[in-house]
T-cell receptor, first 114, second 109 residues
Framework: KAGVTQTPRYLIKTRGQQVTLSCSPI?????VSWYQQTPGQGLQFLFE???????NKGNFPGRFSGRQFSNSRSEMNVSTLELGDSALYLC?????????????FGPGTRLTVT | QKEVEQNSGPLSVPEGAIASLNCTYS??????FFWYRQYSGKSPELIMF????GDKEDGRFTAQLNKASQYVSLLIRDSQPSDSATYLC?????????FGKGTRLHILP
């Protein structure tokens, strides 16, 4: 089975711009979670989608949003980028959900905001 | 704010010895516990999960869970240089997964 894929792998944006990241889960997995990883804060949960519905959300501002399509692919959008949004954004998929089952991570998208 | 605490390290262990990684968590209702390994520049990889009190062994890895003490640990036997990585403890809480900031493990050849 192919693993979780994320595109693009690297991205450089300017403050104030917006960005969209994409994640394709493992075939058959219906849950997709997004995380932000920074050296200072570690891995922080953004949100989880299951069957096109947002099931859980972390403590991030409304500038961070996402969606999931009928084929389980997911996108994450960050509007009005700030310097502090520079991070590694990881997507993880699981068959039923992250809290009851193991998650498989994609390679991540490295976002740099200048 | 529910938390997962880990010593950041680095933890230096001689090759062939046992590496012991520890994690405490704040939510008594947590039911699922995971250990991920993350090599520098790579994404986390699940290596162990445990749901019940006690020990769970998988090859050179043993996860230990003590819910009364809110403590989970990972033992790595016969440590190899390839085990050098950051180990993330993750705990379920309120239908989310909360990650610790990780312990850097360095195996000395």
């Amino acid at each position: 089975k192919a693993g979780v894929t994320q595109t693009p792998r690297y991205l450089i944006k300017t403050r104030g711009q917006q960005v969209t990241l994409s994640c394709s889960p493992i075939s058959g997995h219906r849950s997709v979670s997004w995380y932000q990883q920074t050296p200072g804060q570690g891995l922080q949960f953004l949100f989880e989608y299951f069957s096109e519905t947002q099931r859980n959300k972390g403590n991030f501002p409304g500038r961070f949003s996402g969606r999931q399509f009928s084929n389980s692919r997911s996108e994450m959008n960050v509007s009005t980028l700030e310097l502090g949004d520079s991070a590694l954004y990881l997507c993880a998929s699981s068959p039923t959900g992250p809290y009851s089952y193991e998650q498989y991570f994609g390679p991540g998208t490295r976002l740099t905001v200048t | 704010q529910k938390e997962v605490e880990q010593n950041s390290g680095p933890l230096s262990v001689p090759e062939g010895a046992i590496a012991s990684l520890n994690c405490t968590y704040s939510d008594r209702g947590s039911q699922s516990f995971f250990w991920y390994r993350q090599y520098s520049g790579k994404s986390p990889e699940l290596i162990m999960f445990i749901y019940s009190n006690g020990d769970k062994e998988d090859g050179r890895f043993t996860a230990q869970l003590n819910k009364a003490s809110q403590y989970v640990s990972l033992l790595i036997r016969d440590s190899q240089p390839s085990d050098s990585a950051t180990y993330l403890c993750a705990v379920s809480a309120d239908d989310k997964i909360i990650f610790g900031k990780g312990t850097r493990l360095h195996i000395l050849p």
